[in-house]
């Protein structure tokens, strides 16, 4: 790490270390960046092989679904089993860490892969759903088993597409897990948004609640985004070794 990186870090752990102690809320923001260390592609990598002539951004939209299910829904097939697969890693780990000895941390995800849940995080405020989770695209039902088509996605008892539960780009956010992740914003005193491009909202906006309502954002990033020159820190660091720090 350059000196200058490492003094803006050294700046906010102690920032950290001060909130804990005092016992203030802090909210943790995580984005796909914080999956990179288990081998899950970040949302705007290019992803290879197969997938590489489609966009995410252009997969990941009720038009996409509408147009051409079965390719979306392999892609979410492929991606499903591709996060089942992955292991959390050592910040998924800090960070259910924390937890235990700081119950007063509210921790906000934008990711679907379930890494969080699996390293032992409890109370997660899902703001794109859960891509484990397969559920009805009409009538909302839950599907615990399915069975592949050849050619569509399998169906609900009600005669729909299956989908996995996830938001899309023009969807709405779960409205009790934005309530929450909003209500966690406006009254925290430190937010720590971690490996996020800063570019999708509603969640991107949930920093910049916070600072109007009084809290401090250290932001770390692999590399500046949207959210640094706004942030009162910039740790330019891997998520997983800024919170290795942290423990
Ligand atoms: C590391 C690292 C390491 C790498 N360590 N860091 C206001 C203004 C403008 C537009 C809108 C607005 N409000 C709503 C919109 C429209 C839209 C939107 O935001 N568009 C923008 C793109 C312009 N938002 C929506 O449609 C949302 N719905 C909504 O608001 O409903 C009401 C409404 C609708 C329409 C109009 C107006 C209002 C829904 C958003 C749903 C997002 N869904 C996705 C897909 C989920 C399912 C799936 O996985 O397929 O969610 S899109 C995708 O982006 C995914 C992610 O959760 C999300 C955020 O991405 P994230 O996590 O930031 O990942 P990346 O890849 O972008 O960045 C990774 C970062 O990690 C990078 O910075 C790296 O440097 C870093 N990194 N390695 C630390 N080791
Ligand atoms: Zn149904």
């Known amino acids: 790490m350059k000196q200058g990186t490492e003094q803006v870090a050294a700046q906010a752990l102690e920032h950290v270390k001060q909130a804990a102690t005092a016992a203030q809320p802090i909210l943790f923001l995580t984005g796909a960046g914080m999956?990179?260390?288990?081998?899950?592609?970040t949302f705007r990598d290019a992803l290879t092989g197969l997938w590489a002539k489609y966009n995410p951004t252009e997969l990941a939209t009720p038009e996409a679904f509408a147009a051409n299910p079965k390719l979306v829904w392999d892609w979410y097939m492929m991606r499903?089993?591709?996060v089942e697969n992955a292991e959390p890693n050592e910040g998924h780990r800090v960070l259910a860490a924390v937890q235990n000895h700081f119950p007063a941390m509210q921790l906000v995800t934008q990711n679907v892969d379930n890494l969080h849940q699996r390293a032992g995080s409890?109370?997660?405020?899902?703001?794109?759903g859960n891509i484990t989770r397969i559920r009805?695209?009409?009538?909302?039902?839950?599907?615990?088993?399915?069975?592949?088509?050849?050619?569509?996605p399998?169906?609900?008892?009600?005669?729909?597409?299956?989908?996995?539960?996830v938001v899309w780009f023009g969807e709405s956010l779960p409205e009790d897990a934005l309530q929450q992740a909003e209500r966690a914003a406006a009254s925290c005193a430190l937010v720590i948004s971690i490996g996020t491009s800063g570019i999708v909202y509603p969640a991107a906006?949930?920093?910049?609640?916070?600072?109007?309502?009084g809290a401090v954002?250290?932001?770390?990033?692999?590399?500046?985004?949207?959210l640094s020159s706004q942030a009162d820190y910039f740790v330019q660091d891997s998520a997983a070794s800024f919170l290795q720090r942290l423990s």
């Open 35 to 41: 999956s990179a260390a288990s081998g899950v592609p």
């Open 80 to 82: 499903k089993s591709m």
């Open 217 to 226: 954002h250290i932001e770390v990033n692999v590399e500046p985004t949207a």
């Open 205 to 213: 906006g949930l920093p910049q609640l916070a600072r109007q309502a």
């Open 122 to 128: 409890r109370n997660v405020i899902e703001l794109h």
């Open 154 to 165: 399998p169906r609900c008892a009600c005669g729909h597409f299956l989908r996995p539960d």
């Open 136 to 152: 009805c695209s009409r009538c909302g039902t839950p599907a615990a088993t399915f069975v592949e088509q050849q050619d569509e």
